[in-house]
């Protein structure tokens, strides 16, 4: 079987159909920040430290969202601004170097320190990036210091790793050889990541890098001669700032479900030139079991209605794993941003007709909700237990974000993340 | 610039949402940027609560910045008020909002509401989530309040004492089964709880405060300011005892008497049935529990009462008392001064915790912070104050206020601590291969990883919870153990012999950090080279005087 042919054949005759219009909308958005995002990446990067510049509710978001895990000791905290710091701008860069002083003293194990800019630090214009250089120059060679915002003005949500990594790219090494090297960008899993690796060097293709990397000092090199794989959908600087310094990216949609993972490693396959037939045998196995895995599920959830509301863009592609491969009905897929050219093979995948919205304005969006009575409804916390007391069956968005789901070995673990609350329901109902 | 691992309070527009959550019927409008939603989830998962806060966010974004931030906060006012037709609304700012300075109390005020708009000006560069819980209360009860007209009818035994419950919001500790146990107790007493608020209550029944006969402050961290402006301008006067714990809860009775014109001893008689905590504690199997060493911190209110508690009722030793609540910093000296001790102000997590490694206590009364410090030093903890996580908003009934209120805090703070028939056996024989002091109690129901039964991953698992190399557990003495000692400071005596070492060693664990202290110390006044088993007994013999 040789899946890239009924993907493209499906996508051409998908064409012709008349597309409803994106609903674009304006109003309160009920989304995390890109702060957020170091809940995951301090633990995905185990060298790097992650210092938000910014006020009291960022440290308390940072602990919030952090939830359990805020029992271990963090690899993140809050230099908080004061008012002595809004007086004049004179001293902020001096309180910053004894901040920065007192916590490289206590943590001395830290090669990678973020200085991350929040909404405050934004609006006050602090210049984080000269201070990052700065503290460079005065920890060098010990600690690189590099900045990104994660601001809620500026980013939401994944989008937070976006800008973290997208600043980690003028620090990776420039690729020396001239043959075609494969970078996957975007947080994995660490077993998603191994498994990922055992499946490319069975195809064949070894020249592979994966970004971020396990440590962020330990960064893979990038050249012209660098395929970019793009792992997640939110990763549109950095995908420029990669692009920027020569590499191509290889359209496909994401690897999430059966289908997807095998178009994913398909597509990575035919820009590094590796045999196709070769390719797919290699894959046949784990692709065999996991769509045996996922027919549990699909026999449950094939009918059942389903809304996204917006959270962290892997919207999209979630809804074309759920129509296509568990035959879910789409009613509203939602999604903070739809990047053009990043969601061009995923939109091509989409049942005819799916209303997508981009943006938010969140009380219209419950209308919607209520009036579509979805069966299931994929949301953030906020609304979760809200919407359960009002009758229906949620499953609540950031799970999507903080487990593993890439792959074939977890296409049957992501189904059952939406299966579980049809599930939960029924047995409390009996 | 403050570096903050944790903050003890949240910033102070998460208390006015604490207030508007608590209340019905009122609206609250956020001026804030996008992502400040994740408040929400405090009320939705950690307080479980089945519906949405009743706040609107302006969420704006960069590209906002450049347009007019003001309309799109005007245009939010509007569509709240429309959609949620509250009766009364409150517009703030968030920290960020703050900066850039649209004033939302004057374009509330513009858009000419036929409700109640009320501003709050909540500085989030100085103040905390406490303080704008109180000032948002202040400010509903300064506007919405009816003064009374004439004098209130007289208790003379002819109708029953009714008060206000004052101080429960949202995501309070407990605050749930607070009130109902209090309002049980009172009940008893024969007093009538007229209104509870924040909690429960709308903009509307704040109007009727003043029917009530006095107030009843339990909270003083959030009803403080609205309870003296009340007894000022409404003639409304207000207990002052905070009844957690059986002493405390037996002068609130009496306060609350004197208020209500009832005979003190009827009433104390009255309300005492259900106390079990006074005979649990003096009952001999509490014997052991005389002179633990104990650290408390928490908010002011609940770390004043626990040092009470501790040291009157279950008799502990208070070895450090401290809270995060600046604006109750002399009442916390008090009541530090009482035991012997300096309070500990501060909201530095750092330093909180280099207080209690310094402390060596056998037990940690504090909040989820407390926790952390506790988990990383290997001391048995109790939760006594927020910030706390879901699993302190219980499903069952469990009150810190009042008789049951002792009873469920006699059975929190013993929980963690071994048990004494554990205790005296791990003190005579040592080298137990499943009994062994690094193992958890047994009660708890778990041994620890990697024990003795395998002796590679023990030493592996000591090595993963041994403190790192800049840690402040390190104790202030060690530090001068350096050879470059000159004349003018003391000779440094805190070299171990190895026989002394392992004659530590056989000291009950939970007292071993304070003996190997006080020894060091000993050596230390008496200029000693190095420790010997003899040193290690003078020491103790010294220090028991």
């Known amino acids: ?430 | 610039m403050q570096l903050t691992l944790w903050t003890y309070e949240g910033p102070p527009h998460v208390g006015a949402m604490r207030v508007a959550t608590g209340m019905r019927s009122l609206h609250y409008v956020l001026h804030a940027p996008q992502g400040d939603t994740y408040a929400d989830l405090l009320f939705t998962m950690i307080e479980r609560r089945g519906e949405r806060p009743p706040v609107t966010y302006t969420t704006f974004q960069a590209r906002d910045l450049g347009g007019d931030t003001a309309e799109r906060f005007k245009q939010s006012v509007a569509e709240a008020h429309e959609r949620f037709r509250p009766q009364a609304m409150i517009v703030g700012a968030s920290c960020t909002a703050e900066l850039i300075q649209d004033d939302p109390g004057g374009l509330a005020q513009a858009l000419d509401l036929p409700i109640p708009v009320i501003p709050l000006e909540l500085p989030a560069y100085q103040r905390k989530e406490n303080w704008g819980a109180a000032e948002t209360f202040y400010q509903l009860v300064r506007r919405l309040a009816v003064r009374p007209t004439g004098p209130r009818a007289a208790l003379d035994g002819s109708r029953r004492a009714r008060c206000n419950l004052l101080g429960p919001t949202a995501l309070g500790f407990r605050h749930r089964d607070d009130v109902q146990e209090i309002t049980r107790l009172l009940d008893r007493l024969g007093v009538d709880v007229a209104l509870v608020a924040p909690m429960g209550a709308t903009p509307a029944d704040l109007a009727r405060l003043a029917e009530a006969d006095f107030n009843v402050m339990l909270y003083p961290e959030v009803a403080q300011t609205a309870a003296s402006w009340m007894s000022r301008q409404l003639g409304l006067p207000c207990t002052r005892t905070v009844p957690i714990g059986v002493g405390a809860t037996r002068d609130f009775i009496r306060e609350v008497a004197a208020l209500a014109g009832l005979d003190a001893d009827q009433a104390l008689a009255a309300a005492e049935q259900d106390s079990r905590g006074p005979w649990y504690a003096r009952s001999v199997d509490s014997n052991y529990l005389t002179g633990k060493r104990v650290f408390i911190f928490g908010d002011a209110t609940h770390a004043i009462a626990a040092a009470r508690i501790a040291s009157r009722e279950l008799g502990f030793e208070v070895v450090g008392l401290g809270s995060y609540s600046r604006e109750f910093s002399r009442e916390l000296q008090d009541a530090a001064k009482a035991l012997g001790l300096s309070a500990l102000i501060c909201d530095d997590y750092l330093e909180v915790e280099a207080a209690i490694a310094a402390a060596t206590p056998e037990l940690v009364l504090g909040t989820q912070m407390e926790r952390h410090v506790a988990k990383r030093l290997g001391l048995p903890c109790a939760v006594i104050s927020a910030p706390v996580h879901v699993q302190d908003f219980p499903a069952r009934t469990s009150p810190q206020m009042g008789f049951e209120g002792a009873n469920v805090l006699f059975d929190t703070w013993v929980q963690p601590l071994m048990m004494g028939l554990e205790e005296h056996l791990l003190g005579m024989f040592r080298g137990d291969f499943e009994f062994h002091e690094d193992a958890a109690p047994s009660h708890l129901g778990r041994s620890q990883p990697g024990t003795v039964a395998t002796p590679v991953p023990a030493a592996a698992a000591a090595a993963a919870v041994a403190p790192l190399p800049s840690d402040p557990i390190t104790l202030p003495i060690a530090q001068t153990t350096t050879q470059t000692t000159t004349q003018t400071t003391p000779p440094a005596a805190t070299t171990w012999t190895a026989d002394a070492e392992r004659e530590l060693g056989k000291v009950p664990f939970f007292v071993r950090g304070k003996a190997r202290r006080n020894t060091e110390r000993y050596a230390l006044d008496h200029g000693l080279g190095a420790i010997t088993v003899e040193t290690l007994y003078d020491a103790k013999a010294h220090f028991s005087r």
Not at chain 1, 238 to 262: N, S
């Open chain 1, 1 to 430: 079987m040789n899946a890239r042919i009924p993907i493209h054949a499906l996508a051409t005759s998908d064409a012709g159909c008349a597309e409803p219009p994106v609903l674009r909308e304006r109003g309160q958005r009920e989304v995390f920040c890109g702060l957020t995002g170091i809940v995951w990446l301090h633990r995905k990067m185990q060298d790097a430290f992650f210092l938000v510049v910014g006020s009291r509710t960022c440290a308390h978001l940072l602990q919030s969202a952090a939830g359990v895990m805020i029992f271990a000791e963090p690899r993140f905290a809050t230099a908080i601004i004061d008012e002595r710091d809004l007086a004049g701008l004179a001293d902020v860069h001096e309180e910053l170097d004894q901040v920065v002083q007192r916590l490289l003293a206590r943590r001395p194990d830290i090669r990678v320190l973020f200085l991350v800019g929040s909404c405050p630090s934004e609006v006050i214009k602090l210049d984080l990036s000269r201070a990052a250089e700065r503290l460079s120059h005065l920890h060098a060679p010990q600690v690189r210091v590099l900045n990104y915002s994660g601001s809620g003005i500026e980013t939401t949500f994944t989008e937070g790793e976006d800008a973290c990594l997208a600043a980690l790219v003028p620090q990776m090494p420039a690729t020396t050889g001239s043959e075609a090297e494969l970078l996957v960008v975007g947080s994995l899993a660490d077993v998603v990541e191994d498994q990922f690796r055992r499946l490319l060097t069975a195809m064949g293709i070894t020249r592979c890098g994966f970004l971020p990397s396990r440590r962020a000092a330990d960064l893979p090199a990038v050249g012209p001669h660098t395929r970019l794989l793009l792992a997640q959908p939110f990763l549109a600087t950095t995908a420029k700032a990669l692009e920027d310094r020569g590499a191509r990216r290889i359209p496909a949609p994401y690897p999430l479900g059966v289908e997807g993972t095998q178009a994913w490693l398909m597509a990575a396959a035919e820009a590094m030139g590796v045999d196709p037939i070769r390719a797919d045998t290699a894959l046949a196995p784990a692709r065999q079991r996991a769509t045996q895995a996922l027919a549990a599920s699909r026999a449950r959830l094939a009918g059942k209605r389903i809304f996204f509301f917006p959270d962290s863009q892997l919207e999209v592609p979630l809804a074309r794993f759920v129509a296509r491969e568990l035959g879910m009905v789409l009613t509203e897929v939602g999604s903070p941003y739809l990047h053009a050219t990043h969601l061009d093979e995923e939109r091509a995948l989409l049942p005819p007709g799916t209303q997508l919205s981009e943006g938010q304005d969140v009380e219209r969006q419950l209308d919607r909700c209520r009036a579509a009575a979805p069966d299931l409804v994929v949301c953030g916390l906020g609304l979760a237990n809200p919407l359960e007391a009002e009758g229906y069956a949620t499953k609540w968005s950031i799970e999507l974000v903080f487990t593993p789901i890439q792959g074939f070995e977890q296409a049957a673990d992501l189904a059952a993340l939406f299966d579980r609350p049809l599930q939960r329901r029924a047995r409390l109902a009996a």
